[in-house]
């Protein structure tokens, strides 16, 4: 099937040009990203990932490492509406973060391609309820072509290692902390 | 979280040169989405009919994302024509701004086209802030025009701490960056 430019490779960012060594470098490869930090953007950003992969009919996961919230959250909403499987902790503490991480290793086990999204995985490796070694172990022998965002306020460095990419999200300017959240933005 | 009654629609910069910025935009537009928003996207710079994951997503779900770029902008022999594309791209944002009737409006990539002066930062920045009440917008890019950071609500730098390009030679990802 004939490609144009746009589809082949994604313009979009100018410090990519076609000098950058991704023109020459190889193939796919399923990739460990960690979006964390004290910034707005990084549930959003799992959202927006979901959203891509789903586009390209790939399988996608979305995890929560928190109980659900009642109501449901926008994203909860939007996720429904976009026919993609959310799961969360079923409890609060060790035991629901346990239980979660069980399903995320298996999906990681038997889905080949497409995304899992482990949103808030790098706060219940912090909060103590895993082992960072156990997730690490688990998120590095990955070899397939899943790709798996992990996120949280603070991820622990050795996640960081491991990871293909990381950015942090850096609030440089804020609303006040009196401010009432926003339907639809903010949650 | 209650919702106010003096709510107003935010004004969001996602800047830096970490990624993310577009894709969490394509988040707060799926967020705004499930909540019943509407919600319109434009592209400075990506090529039109562009059709990435979210081009086919956005269809397939009645999203619109609307595309408008020569895609080789900072490799373009012809200046005018980008500039004009730019041009053309921004009376649409303008249009759906002024309009009210889409409740976020995202310029995604709109800082490139600002900061390379195809497009009047005044008039963009003036654009903004003189927004219907209710209306949120969001703009991307790296480098925000200190003028629209300064009128700015909310402003994230995704810091690039570690990029697989740059660090491992490692191809865009189809499904996880386009």
Same mark, same amino acid.
Request: hydrophobic share 40%; glycine share 10%.
């Given at each position: 099937?004939?490609?144009?430019?746009?589809?082949?490779?994604?313009?979009?960012?100018?410090?990519?040009?076609?000098?950058?060594?991704?023109?020459?470098?190889?193939?796919?490869? !399923?990739?460990?990203?960690?979006?964390?930090?004290?910034?707005?953007?990084?549930?959003?950003?799992?959202?927006?990932?979901?959203?891509?992969?789903?586009?390209?009919?790939?399988?996608?996961?979305?995890?929560?490492?928190?109980?659900?919230?009642?109501?449901?959250?926008?994203?909860?909403?939007?996720?429904?509406?976009?026919?993609?499987?959310?799961?969360?902790?079923?409890?609060? !503490?060790?035991?629901?973060?346990?239980?979660?991480?069980?399903?995320?290793?298996?999906?990681?086990?038997? &889905?080949?391609?497409?995304?899992? &999204?482990?949103?808030?995985?790098?706060?219940?490796?912090?909060?103590?309820?895993?082992?960072?070694?156990?997730?690490?172990?688990?998120?590095?022998?990955?070899?397939?072509?899943?790709?798996?965002?992990?996120?949280?306020?603070?991820?622990?460095?050795?996640?960081?290692?491991?990871?293909?990419?990381?950015?942090?999200?850096?609030?440089?300017?804020?609303?006040?902390?009196?401010?009432?959240?926003?339907?639809?933005?903010?949650? | 979280?209650?919702?106010?009654?003096?709510?107003?629609?935010?004004?969001?910069?996602?800047?830096?040169?970490?990624?993310?910025?577009?894709?969490?935009?394509?988040?707060?537009?799926?967020?705004?989405?499930?909540?019943?928003?509407?919600?319109?996207?434009?592209?400075?710079?990506?090529?039109?009919?562009?059709?990435?994951?979210?081009?086919?997503?956005?269809?397939?779900?009645?999203?619109?994302?609307?595309?408008?770029?020569?895609?080789?902008?900072?490799?373009?022999?012809?200046?005018?024509?980008?500039?004009?594309?730019?041009?053309?791209?921004?009376?649409?944002?303008?249009?759906?701004?002024?309009?009210?009737?889409?409740?976020?409006?995202?310029?995604?990539?709109?800082?490139?086209?600002?900061?390379?002066?195809?497009?009047?930062?005044?008039?963009?920045?003036?654009?903004?802030?003189?927004?219907?009440?209710?209306?949120?917008?969001?703009?991307?890019?790296?480098?925000?025009?200190?003028?629209?950071?300064?009128?700015?609500?909310?402003?994230?730098?995704?810091?690039?701490?570690?990029?697989?390009?740059?660090?491992?030679?490692?191809?865009?990802?189809?499904?996880?960056?386009?």
């Amino acid at each position: 099937m004939p490609t144009n430019p746009s589809e082949e490779f994604p313009r979009s960012d100018p410090a990519v040009t076609p000098d950058s060594p991704e023109q020459s470098a190889p193939a796919r490869k !399923g990739m460990l990203v960690v979006y964390h930090g004290d910034g707005d953007g990084k549930e959003a950003a799992t959202l927006g990932v979901l959203f891509r992969a789903h586009g390209r009919g790939l399988p996608v996961r979305h995890m929560k490492f928190a109980t659900p919230s009642e109501p449901p959250s926008g994203d909860d909403l939007a996720l429904e509406r976009l026919g993609i499987s959310s799961h969360h902790m079923a409890q609060e !503490g060790p035991e629901g973060a346990k239980g979660l991480w069980q399903k995320a290793v298996r999906h990681i086990s038997i &889905v080949q391609e497409g995304v899992l &999204v482990l949103d808030g995985l790098a706060d219940a490796v912090r909060e103590g309820w895993l082992s960072t070694e156990e997730a690490t172990t688990v998120l590095e022998q990955n070899d397939s072509l899943l790709h798996i965002i992990v996120t949280g306020r603070t991820a622990p460095s050795e996640l960081i290692e491991i990871a293909d990419l990381v950015s942090n999200m850096r609030a440089i300017k804020q609303r006040d902390a009196s401010s009432p959240a926003i339907v639809g933005i903010d949650y | 979280m209650t919702e106010s009654s003096a709510r107003a629609g935010l004004f969001i910069i996602h800047t830096g040169d970490g990624k993310g910025k577009t894709t969490a935009a394509l988040g707060l537009m799926v967020r705004a989405w499930g909540r019943g928003k509407s919600v319109k996207m434009f592209q400075f710079l990506k090529h039109t009919g562009a059709r990435f994951g979210e081009h086919r997503a956005a269809e397939k779900f009645g999203l619109s994302i609307e595309s408008r770029g020569d895609g080789f902008t900072w490799l373009s022999k012809d200046m005018d024509e980008t500039t004009a594309i730019a041009v053309d791209q921004w009376e649409r944002c303008k249009a759906a701004i002024q309009a009210g009737d889409t409740d976020l409006v995202i310029l995604d990539e709109a800082t490139y086209p600002v900061t390379y002066g195809w497009l009047d930062a005044d008039d963009v920045v003036s654009t903004i802030a003189n927004r219907p009440p209710h209306v949120h917008v969001v703009v991307t890019g790296r480098d925000a025009h200190e003028k629209l950071v300064e009128i700015a609500d909310v402003v994230t730098e995704m810091e690039d701490i570690k990029h697989p390009y740059r660090d491992q030679g490692i191809k865009a990802q189809p499904g996880l960056d386009f």
